[in-house]
């Protein structure tokens, strides 16, 4: 399988606790993105990389979010001290630059915060 | 103000049916690209079809196609000949400005096809 992949798939974590996701892009492209949908609204944006550089991050990235994409290929996004209003679904996307630029997404990571 | 509108949180067809549903969009920029995402219950985003703003012609993708109206800022997503694997959540999207690439999203139409 040769698109999106995200890992873990689902996470159930207490409040407080730090967690990891993990995104694996489609292998060509150089742009990454993370978008946070929850129950009954589109995904919204979170934060996007060129290559290993972070170009834009919303405002909802507060500081517990942290995302790196280390050598340019995988991504990590991480959270620190979980409140139970990150309970979401977490999408990872890539894209090849260029004039549509389209995103494609992974399966996402379902995250409950008890 | 939304930037994106979906004004139907849910739409019925018929198997074979055309269906049309509908987005709205706002922006003051000239450059700006329209995305139509497909989400089946399995909860993975699906890209379906891109229209960017100076395009001329409508874009069309199989069974899909956009009706792009600039001066109404429309662009509505057309399904023809509906199959029952359409049932989904169905979102639009824009990535408005130059250098810019987040997308913005709706709040999507589910869309049921019964048959």
């Known amino acids: 399988d040769t698109g999106v992949s995200q890992d873990p798939r689902h996470k159930i974590t207490k409040r407080g606790q730090n967690v990891t996701f993990r995104c694996d892009p489609i292998s060509e492209h150089n742009r990454l993105y993370w978008y946070r949908q929850t129950l009954g609204q589109g995904p919204e944006f979170l934060t996007y990389f060129q290559n290993e550089a972070q170009l834009e991050k919303s405002r909802l990235l507060s500081d517990r979010f942290s995302a790196e994409r280390p050598k340019g290929s995988f991504s990590t996004l991480e959270i620190q001290r979980t409140e139970q209003g990150d309970s979401a679904m977490y999408l990872c996307?890539?894209?090849?630059?260029?004039?549509?630029?389209?995103?494609?997404f992974g399966p996402g990571t379902r995250l409950t915060v008890l | 103000a939304q930037k994106i509108t979906q004004t139907q949180p849910g739409m019925f067809v018929q198997e074979k049916e055309a269906v049309t549903l509908d987005c709205t969009y706002d922006?003051?920029?000239?450059?700006?690209?329209l995305f139509w995402y497909k989400q089946p219950s399995s909860g993975e985003m699906i890209f379906l079809i891109y229209q960017g703003s100076y395009d001329e012609q409508n874009a069309t993708e199989g069974r899909y196609s956009l009706n792009f109206q600039k001066a109404r800022k429309s662009a509505n997503l057309v399904i023809s000949a509906s199959q029952l694997g359409d049932s989904a959540m169905y979102f639009c999207?824009?990535?408005?400005?130059?250098?810019?690439?987040?997308?913005?999203f709706g709040t999507g139409t589910r869309l049921l096809v019964s048959p």
């Open positions: 996307a890539s894209s090849l630059s260029g004039r549509k630029n389209e995103q494609f």
């Open positions: 999207a824009m990535r408005e400005g130059f250098g810019f690439q987040k997308l913005v």
């Open positions: 922006t003051s920029d000239q450059s700006y690209g």
